[in-house]
């Protein structure tokens, strides 16, 4: 509660939404099936947003009090559910250089390690947090630490969450500089060629620091990660031949 009344003194400068076909994406997870290996909208919504980063690098920036940070490289942090109500934030290094297949499976791998440290350290919070009685000191000391560069690098250049529904992020809190939430993937009706026709659709949805970001640059971000998730770009890493992704794949057989 602490983190939230912290981080709602320096609210989201705006929000952008996006409707984006997942078309393309649904094929590709489903030509992975079929040998075996899981692929999910969230590791190709993180891998598809590293790409956009990388070629819009005046968005790549983090800012701490008066301090700017331009990393030489694209982290991002993809929040894991849990049992609190503040997700922990899972920081996945070198976003571009990781190709689509080493990136979900290191999420994959560890997301029960990030929802098990989180549950230890709810533990601990609760154990030993008399030591700090008072609102007023914890929120002190989390300023602090939202002041540090080294701690805001923990969340990456942008925060990822997937939801059911993407119009509580347009009013939340982000410890980054711009949190990306894609919604629900699921069928519906959509305009194409002046005709309606039924599309596997998702909503993309993009707040942030309007200090460091602004709708024209942002609606450029989500243009590219609508682009790349719509095209076969993301299907071109992959290899093609059922023996090769065997031997390329680090990732666990599914079943």
């Not at 400068?13 to 409707?19: S, T």
């Not at 997870?29 to 969230?42: E, F, K, N």
């Not at 602004?214 to 992959?238: F, H, K, N, T, Y």
Request: charged residues 25%; positive net charge; contains cysteine.
């Amino acid at each position: 509660a602490d983190s939230f009344r912290v981080l709602q003194e320096n609210p989201p400068g705006f929000a952008v939404w996006l409707e984006v076909e997942m078309t393309a994406v649904r094929a590709l997870i489903d030509r992975l099936r079929q040998v075996g290996v899981r692929v999910s909208y969230t590791a190709v919504l993180v891998r598809a947003a590293g790409l956009a980063l990388v070629r819009n690098p005046e968005l790549h920036q983090l800012l701490a009090g008066t301090r700017r940070l331009r990393p030489a490289r694209v982290d991002i942090g993809l929040s894991v559910g849990n049992e609190a109500a503040a997700a922990p934030v899972m920081q996945l290094l070198d976003v571009p250089g990781k190709p689509l297949l080493e990136l979900a499976a290191e999420i994959e791998r560890r997301a029960p390690e990030v929802r098990a440290e989180d549950t230890r350290t709810l533990a601990k919070l609760r154990r030993w947090g008399f030591l700090i009685p008072t609102g007023w000191l914890r929120r002190l000391i989390l300023r602090a630490l939202f002041s540090s560069l080294r701690f805001r690098k923990l969340f990456g250049s942008l925060q990822i969450t997937v939801l059911p529904s993407v119009d509580i992020v347009a009013s939340g809190v982000c410890g980054t500089t711009a949190v990306l939430a894609m919604g629900r993937v699921a069928e519906r009706v959509v305009a194409r060629e002046g005709r309606p026709a039924v599309r596997l659709m998702a909503t993309l949805c993009c707040t942030g620091d309007h200090k460091v970001w602004d709708g024209q640059r942002v609606g450029r971000l989500l243009g590219e990660i609508a682009r790349i998730l719509e095209s076969d770009e993301l299907a071109r890493e992959v290899p093609s031949h059922q023996a090769e992704v065997a031997t390329h794949l680090p990732l666990e057989r599914a079943g």
